[in-house]
Protein backbone atom coordinates (compact mmCIF):
# COMPACT_ATOMS: atom_id res chain seq x y z
CA UNK A 1 0.00 0.00 0.00
CA UNK A 2 1.40 3.49 -0.77
CA UNK A 3 2.81 5.22 2.07
CA UNK A 4 -0.06 7.69 2.71
CA UNK A 5 -3.35 7.59 1.88
CA UNK A 6 -5.36 9.20 4.09
CA UNK A 7 -2.94 12.14 4.75
CA UNK A 8 -1.68 13.73 0.81
CA UNK A 9 0.15 16.84 1.36
CA UNK A 10 -2.41 19.98 0.37
CA UNK A 11 -2.49 21.75 -2.69
CA UNK A 12 -0.79 25.31 -3.09
CA UNK A 13 -2.60 28.32 -5.18
CA UNK A 14 0.62 27.01 -7.44
CA UNK A 15 -0.32 23.42 -7.77
CA UNK A 16 -2.59 22.39 -10.97
CA UNK A 17 -4.35 18.70 -10.89
CA UNK A 18 -5.07 16.32 -13.85
CA UNK A 19 -8.39 13.97 -13.32
CA UNK A 20 -7.97 10.93 -15.57
CA UNK A 21 -12.02 10.04 -15.92
CA UNK A 22 -15.23 12.14 -15.62
CA UNK A 23 -17.31 9.55 -14.33
CA UNK A 24 -19.04 10.35 -10.49
CA UNK A 25 -15.79 9.79 -8.88
CA UNK A 26 -13.77 12.32 -11.49
CA UNK A 27 -16.56 14.82 -11.64
CA UNK A 28 -17.16 14.69 -7.97
CA UNK A 29 -13.39 15.47 -7.18
CA UNK A 30 -13.32 18.40 -9.97
CA UNK A 31 -16.25 19.61 -8.26
CA UNK A 32 -14.86 20.42 -4.97
CA UNK A 33 -11.36 21.22 -6.22
CA UNK A 34 -12.92 23.67 -8.36
CA UNK A 35 -15.08 25.24 -6.01
CA UNK A 36 -11.46 25.78 -3.57
CA UNK A 37 -9.96 27.50 -6.74
CA UNK A 38 -7.64 24.76 -7.93
CA UNK A 39 -6.39 24.63 -11.63
CA UNK A 40 -8.18 21.41 -12.80
CA UNK A 41 -7.80 19.57 -16.13
CA UNK A 42 -10.42 16.77 -16.59
CA UNK A 43 -9.87 14.18 -19.64
CA UNK A 44 -11.83 11.42 -20.62
CA UNK A 45 -12.09 9.21 -23.76
CA UNK A 46 -15.73 9.61 -24.10
CA UNK A 47 -17.41 12.33 -25.95
CA UNK A 48 -19.19 13.16 -22.82
CA UNK A 49 -18.95 13.21 -18.92
CA UNK A 50 -20.78 9.87 -17.24
CA UNK A 51 -18.82 6.68 -17.33
CA UNK A 52 -20.97 4.27 -16.65
CA UNK A 53 -23.89 7.13 -15.67
CA UNK A 54 -23.79 8.07 -19.48
CA UNK A 55 -27.09 7.54 -21.60
CA UNK A 56 -27.23 6.22 -24.78
CA UNK A 57 -29.07 7.86 -27.63
CA UNK A 58 -30.84 5.98 -30.31
CA UNK A 59 -33.08 7.30 -33.14
CA UNK A 60 -36.08 6.37 -31.35
CA UNK A 61 -35.09 6.37 -28.10
CA UNK A 62 -32.62 7.14 -25.16
CA UNK A 63 -31.78 4.16 -22.77
CA UNK A 64 -29.65 3.91 -19.71
CA UNK A 65 -27.24 1.30 -19.80
CA UNK A 66 -24.67 1.49 -16.91
CA UNK A 67 -26.62 2.91 -13.66
CA UNK A 68 -30.38 2.59 -13.73
CA UNK A 69 -31.08 4.44 -10.41
CA UNK A 70 -29.76 5.25 -7.52
CA UNK A 71 -29.62 4.83 -3.56
CA UNK A 72 -28.35 7.93 -1.15
CA UNK A 73 -27.53 6.76 2.79
CA UNK A 74 -24.56 9.14 3.63
CA UNK A 75 -25.31 12.78 4.70
CA UNK A 76 -23.27 14.76 2.72
CA UNK A 77 -24.63 12.99 -0.64
CA UNK A 78 -28.23 13.63 0.32
CA UNK A 79 -27.40 17.19 0.78
CA UNK A 80 -25.61 16.69 -2.44
CA UNK A 81 -28.25 15.26 -3.79
CA UNK A 82 -30.77 18.06 -2.46
CA UNK A 83 -29.16 20.48 -4.66
CA UNK A 84 -29.39 18.00 -7.61
CA UNK A 85 -33.04 18.02 -6.93
CA UNK A 86 -33.25 21.75 -7.15
CA UNK A 87 -31.66 22.00 -10.11
CA UNK A 88 -34.32 19.75 -11.43
CA UNK A 89 -32.23 17.13 -12.55
CA UNK A 90 -32.24 14.35 -10.85
CA UNK A 91 -35.80 13.06 -9.57
CA UNK A 92 -37.17 9.57 -7.52
CA UNK A 93 -37.64 6.68 -9.63
CA UNK A 94 -38.56 3.59 -9.90
CA UNK A 95 -41.71 4.00 -7.60
CA UNK A 96 -43.38 0.25 -9.19
CA UNK A 97 -40.82 -2.24 -8.67
CA UNK A 98 -41.36 -6.38 -9.58
CA UNK A 99 -39.42 -9.39 -8.67
CA UNK A 100 -39.52 -12.45 -11.28
CA UNK A 101 -38.54 -15.91 -9.61
CA UNK A 102 -40.63 -19.52 -10.51
CA UNK A 103 -43.31 -18.83 -8.26
CA UNK A 104 -44.14 -15.43 -10.69
CA UNK A 105 -44.33 -11.64 -10.40
CA UNK A 106 -44.02 -10.35 -6.81
CA UNK A 107 -44.35 -6.68 -5.96
CA UNK A 108 -40.68 -5.48 -4.87
CA UNK A 109 -39.78 -3.38 -1.91
CA UNK A 110 -36.62 -2.91 -0.17
CA UNK A 111 -37.19 0.44 1.44
CA UNK A 112 -34.59 2.21 -0.38
CA UNK A 113 -35.62 5.41 -2.40
CA UNK A 114 -33.75 5.31 -5.83
CA UNK A 115 -33.14 8.65 -8.37
CA UNK A 116 -32.49 8.57 -11.58
CA UNK A 117 -31.26 11.62 -14.19
CA UNK A 118 -33.87 13.99 -15.57
CA UNK A 119 -34.56 13.47 -18.55
CA UNK A 120 -31.70 10.90 -19.02
CA UNK A 121 -29.16 9.55 -16.34
CA UNK A 122 -26.31 11.27 -17.85
CA UNK A 123 -28.01 14.87 -17.68
CA UNK A 124 -26.78 14.81 -13.70
CA UNK A 125 -23.02 14.19 -15.26
CA UNK A 126 -23.82 17.43 -17.60
CA UNK A 127 -25.06 19.39 -14.80
CA UNK A 128 -21.79 18.40 -13.01
CA UNK A 129 -19.86 19.20 -15.51
CA UNK A 130 -21.74 22.58 -16.59
CA UNK A 131 -20.74 23.34 -12.61
CA UNK A 132 -16.98 22.80 -12.92
CA UNK A 133 -16.47 24.81 -15.71
CA UNK A 134 -18.25 27.93 -14.12
CA UNK A 135 -15.28 28.10 -12.50
CA UNK A 136 -12.08 30.02 -13.10
CA UNK A 137 -9.06 27.82 -14.69
CA UNK A 138 -10.73 24.64 -14.96
CA UNK A 139 -11.17 22.49 -18.27
CA UNK A 140 -12.82 19.46 -19.88
CA UNK A 141 -11.13 17.63 -22.39
CA UNK A 142 -13.50 15.03 -24.32
CA UNK A 143 -12.36 12.20 -26.88
CA UNK A 144 -9.08 12.62 -25.58
CA UNK A 145 -7.72 9.47 -24.79
CA UNK A 146 -4.31 9.23 -21.73
CA UNK A 147 -2.20 6.39 -22.82
CA UNK A 148 1.00 7.35 -20.58
CA UNK A 149 2.14 9.80 -18.07
CA UNK A 150 5.13 11.78 -17.89
CA UNK A 151 7.55 12.79 -15.14
CA UNK A 152 9.95 15.87 -16.03
CA UNK A 153 10.90 16.52 -12.60
CA UNK A 154 9.92 15.39 -9.08
CA UNK A 155 6.44 17.00 -8.62
CA UNK A 156 5.99 18.14 -12.43
CA UNK A 157 3.35 15.72 -14.36
CA UNK A 158 2.55 15.57 -18.34
CA UNK A 159 -0.04 12.96 -19.73
CA UNK A 160 -0.04 12.25 -23.30
CA UNK A 161 -2.98 11.40 -25.54
CA UNK A 162 -3.83 8.34 -27.99
CA UNK A 163 -3.06 11.63 -30.78
CA UNK A 164 0.78 12.22 -29.28
CA UNK A 165 -0.29 15.61 -27.75
CA UNK A 166 1.06 16.61 -24.51
CA UNK A 167 -1.05 18.18 -21.45
CA UNK A 168 0.66 19.74 -18.50
CA UNK A 169 1.95 20.25 -15.89
CA UNK A 170 0.58 18.89 -13.35
CA UNK A 171 1.33 18.23 -9.52
CA UNK A 172 -1.20 15.87 -8.97
CA UNK A 173 -2.78 13.41 -11.15
CA UNK A 174 -5.86 11.75 -10.51
CA UNK A 175 -7.11 7.97 -11.98
CA UNK A 176 -10.35 7.11 -11.31
CA UNK A 177 -10.28 4.86 -14.54
CA UNK A 178 -11.34 0.91 -13.53
CA UNK A 179 -7.80 -0.83 -11.74
CA UNK A 180 -6.51 -2.73 -14.77
CA UNK A 181 -6.33 0.70 -16.90
CA UNK A 182 -4.79 2.79 -14.06
CA UNK A 183 -2.39 0.04 -13.65
CA UNK A 184 -0.98 0.70 -17.65
CA UNK A 185 -0.55 4.47 -16.54
CA UNK A 186 1.16 4.04 -13.49
CA UNK A 187 3.17 0.95 -13.22
CA UNK A 188 6.41 2.52 -14.14
CA UNK A 189 5.61 5.59 -11.40
CA UNK A 190 3.76 4.48 -8.58
CA UNK A 191 4.60 0.27 -8.30
CA UNK A 192 2.49 0.44 -4.83
CA UNK A 193 -0.60 1.34 -6.54
CA UNK A 194 -0.24 -0.34 -9.30
CA UNK A 195 0.10 -3.64 -7.14
CA UNK A 196 -3.30 -2.35 -5.64
CA UNK A 197 -4.66 -2.35 -8.41
CA UNK A 198 -3.69 -5.82 -9.47
CA UNK A 199 -5.37 -6.87 -6.20
CA UNK A 200 -8.73 -5.59 -7.74
CA UNK A 201 -10.07 -8.15 -9.66
CA UNK A 202 -12.85 -6.60 -12.13
CA UNK A 203 -16.20 -8.27 -12.87
CA UNK A 204 -17.46 -7.17 -16.46
CA UNK A 205 -21.35 -7.00 -17.21
CA UNK A 206 -23.52 -7.08 -20.41
CA UNK A 207 -26.17 -4.27 -20.79
CA UNK A 208 -28.98 -5.07 -23.90
CA UNK A 209 -31.03 -2.53 -25.12
CA UNK A 210 -34.81 -3.95 -27.01
CA UNK A 211 -36.82 -0.96 -28.51
CA UNK A 212 -40.49 -1.72 -29.29
CA UNK A 213 -43.41 -0.16 -31.59
CA UNK A 214 -45.79 -1.04 -29.42
CA UNK A 215 -46.30 -1.05 -25.43
CA UNK A 216 -45.83 -4.23 -23.80
CA UNK A 217 -48.69 -6.16 -22.47
CA UNK A 218 -48.96 -5.89 -18.75
CA UNK A 219 -48.96 -9.73 -17.30
CA UNK A 220 -52.16 -11.01 -15.29
CA UNK A 221 -52.12 -9.03 -11.85
CA UNK A 222 -48.97 -6.85 -12.68
CA UNK A 223 -49.25 -3.17 -12.57
CA UNK A 224 -49.58 -1.41 -16.25
CA UNK A 225 -46.94 1.09 -15.41
CA UNK A 226 -44.43 -1.20 -13.93
CA UNK A 227 -40.94 0.35 -14.33
CA UNK A 228 -38.41 -2.11 -12.81
CA UNK A 229 -37.98 -5.96 -12.55
CA UNK A 230 -35.36 -7.64 -10.40
CA UNK A 231 -34.77 -11.23 -12.25
CA UNK A 232 -33.86 -14.38 -10.78
CA UNK A 233 -32.51 -16.20 -13.81
CA UNK A 234 -29.09 -17.17 -14.48
CA UNK A 235 -28.83 -14.72 -17.41
CA UNK A 236 -30.87 -11.73 -16.42
CA UNK A 237 -30.67 -9.63 -13.14
CA UNK A 238 -32.44 -6.34 -13.79
CA UNK A 239 -34.89 -5.00 -16.85
CA UNK A 240 -35.49 -0.79 -16.99
CA UNK A 241 -38.39 0.42 -19.09
CA UNK A 242 -36.45 3.32 -19.88
CA UNK A 243 -39.64 5.12 -20.92
CA UNK A 244 -41.04 5.09 -17.50
CA UNK A 245 -38.46 7.54 -16.34
CA UNK A 246 -39.27 11.35 -15.52
CA UNK A 247 -38.55 13.12 -19.07
CA UNK A 248 -38.97 10.38 -21.02
CA UNK A 249 -42.77 9.25 -21.93
CA UNK A 250 -42.70 10.55 -25.33
CA UNK A 251 -40.21 7.88 -26.20
CA UNK A 252 -41.73 4.52 -27.20
CA UNK A 253 -41.48 0.89 -25.07
CA UNK A 254 -37.53 0.87 -24.17
CA UNK A 255 -35.97 -1.50 -22.03
CA UNK A 256 -32.41 -2.01 -20.37
CA UNK A 257 -31.80 -5.80 -19.75
CA UNK A 258 -28.76 -5.63 -17.51
CA UNK A 259 -26.99 -8.92 -16.61
CA UNK A 260 -26.09 -10.87 -14.54
CA UNK A 261 -22.40 -10.64 -13.58
CA UNK A 262 -21.72 -14.62 -13.59
CA UNK A 263 -23.27 -15.00 -17.07
CA UNK A 264 -21.05 -11.74 -18.21
CA UNK A 265 -17.77 -13.23 -16.90
CA UNK A 266 -18.13 -16.27 -18.84
CA UNK A 267 -19.70 -14.95 -22.14
CA UNK A 268 -17.66 -11.56 -21.76
CA UNK A 269 -16.32 -12.40 -25.55
CA UNK A 270 -19.69 -13.04 -27.45
CA UNK A 271 -20.55 -10.61 -30.60
CA UNK A 272 -22.99 -7.79 -28.90
CA UNK A 273 -25.44 -9.21 -31.31
CA UNK A 274 -25.59 -12.26 -29.57
CA UNK A 275 -25.09 -11.26 -26.09
CA UNK A 276 -28.53 -9.31 -26.73
CA UNK A 277 -30.33 -11.89 -28.33
CA UNK A 278 -29.58 -13.82 -25.23
CA UNK A 279 -30.73 -11.19 -22.73
CA UNK A 280 -34.06 -10.70 -24.81
CA UNK A 281 -34.84 -14.31 -24.42
CA UNK A 282 -34.49 -14.38 -20.96
CA UNK A 283 -36.49 -11.30 -20.29
CA UNK A 284 -39.09 -13.50 -22.46
CA UNK A 285 -38.59 -16.58 -20.07
CA UNK A 286 -39.29 -14.58 -17.15
CA UNK A 287 -42.67 -13.36 -17.82
CA UNK A 288 -45.21 -15.13 -16.22
CA UNK A 289 -47.30 -16.49 -19.71
CA UNK A 290 -45.72 -18.98 -21.03
CA UNK A 291 -45.07 -18.61 -24.95
CA UNK A 292 -45.65 -14.73 -24.44
CA UNK A 293 -45.12 -12.84 -27.21
CA UNK A 294 -43.26 -9.05 -27.52
CA UNK A 295 -44.26 -6.25 -29.79
CA UNK A 296 -43.08 -5.98 -32.97
CA UNK A 297 -38.87 -5.08 -32.56
CA UNK A 298 -37.97 -1.31 -33.92
CA UNK A 299 -34.03 -2.29 -32.43
CA UNK A 300 -32.13 -4.41 -30.31
CA UNK A 301 -28.35 -4.01 -29.28
CA UNK A 302 -25.53 -4.47 -26.24
CA UNK A 303 -22.84 -2.58 -24.81
CA UNK A 304 -19.92 -5.02 -23.09
CA UNK A 305 -18.82 -3.26 -19.63
CA UNK A 306 -15.30 -5.04 -19.40
CA UNK A 307 -15.09 -3.40 -15.94
CA UNK A 308 -18.41 -3.16 -14.44
CA UNK A 309 -17.55 -3.48 -10.73
CA UNK A 310 -14.30 -4.63 -8.40
CA UNK A 311 -15.31 -8.16 -7.09
CA UNK A 312 -14.34 -6.64 -3.57
CA UNK A 313 -14.12 -3.06 -3.47
CA UNK A 314 -11.54 -1.44 -0.96
CA UNK A 315 -12.83 0.25 1.85
CA UNK A 316 -10.76 3.46 2.31
CA UNK A 317 -12.09 5.39 -0.37
CA UNK A 318 -9.10 6.34 -2.51
CA UNK A 319 -5.38 5.90 -2.64
CA UNK A 320 -2.59 8.45 -2.67
CA UNK A 321 0.93 7.69 -3.81
CA UNK A 322 4.02 10.24 -2.57
CA UNK A 323 4.85 10.68 -5.92
CA UNK A 324 1.67 12.68 -6.55
CA UNK A 325 -0.76 10.66 -7.95
CA UNK A 326 -3.98 9.17 -6.64
CA UNK A 327 -6.84 6.49 -7.34
CA UNK A 328 -10.21 6.95 -6.46
CA UNK A 329 -13.33 5.67 -7.61
CA UNK A 330 -16.21 2.94 -6.96
CA UNK A 331 -13.31 -0.01 -6.78
CA UNK A 332 -11.66 1.90 -4.14
CA UNK A 333 -15.05 2.86 -1.89
CA UNK A 334 -18.07 0.23 -3.07
CA UNK A 335 -20.18 -0.04 -6.28
CA UNK A 336 -22.88 2.06 -5.40
CA UNK A 337 -23.28 5.86 -7.78
CA UNK A 338 -23.12 7.10 -3.97
CA UNK A 339 -19.76 5.52 -3.45
CA UNK A 340 -18.08 6.83 -6.33
CA UNK A 341 -18.82 10.81 -5.48
CA UNK A 342 -17.88 9.75 -1.70
CA UNK A 343 -14.55 8.33 -2.96
CA UNK A 344 -13.70 11.38 -5.62
CA UNK A 345 -15.26 13.84 -2.45
CA UNK A 346 -12.64 12.47 -0.09
CA UNK A 347 -10.08 12.62 -1.97
CA UNK A 348 -10.51 16.32 -2.73
CA UNK A 349 -10.85 16.85 0.51
CA UNK A 350 -7.25 15.51 1.79
CA UNK A 351 -6.09 17.04 -1.66
CA UNK A 352 -7.36 20.67 -0.20
CA UNK A 353 -6.24 19.88 3.50
CA UNK A 354 -9.87 19.83 5.35
CA UNK A 355 -10.97 16.48 7.11
CA UNK A 356 -13.06 14.05 5.56
Known amino acids: MPESISAPPALTSRDAVAIIGAGMAGLACAHLLAQHGVTVSLFDKARGPGGRMSSKGRPAATLDLGAQAFTVRNADFAQQLAQWQDAGCVAPWPTCTYQASASGWQTHDDGQLRYTGVPRMSALTRYLIDAIALHAHTSFHSETRIVALQRVTAGEWHLKDAAGNHHGPFSRVVITAPPPQASELIGQWAPELSAACDARPQRGCWAAWAI ?83 PRLIELGAHRWRY ?47 SV
Not at 274 to 287: R, Y
Not at 313 to 327: T, V
Open 212 to 294: FAAPLPAPSGVAEHWQSLHAQHPKLRLVSRNHTKPGRDEQPESLSLIAQLDWSDVHIELPPEEAAQHLLEAFLECLPVPGASL
Open 308 to 354: AQAEEPEAQGYLYSQQGIALCGDSWKGSRVEDAWLSGNALARALIGR
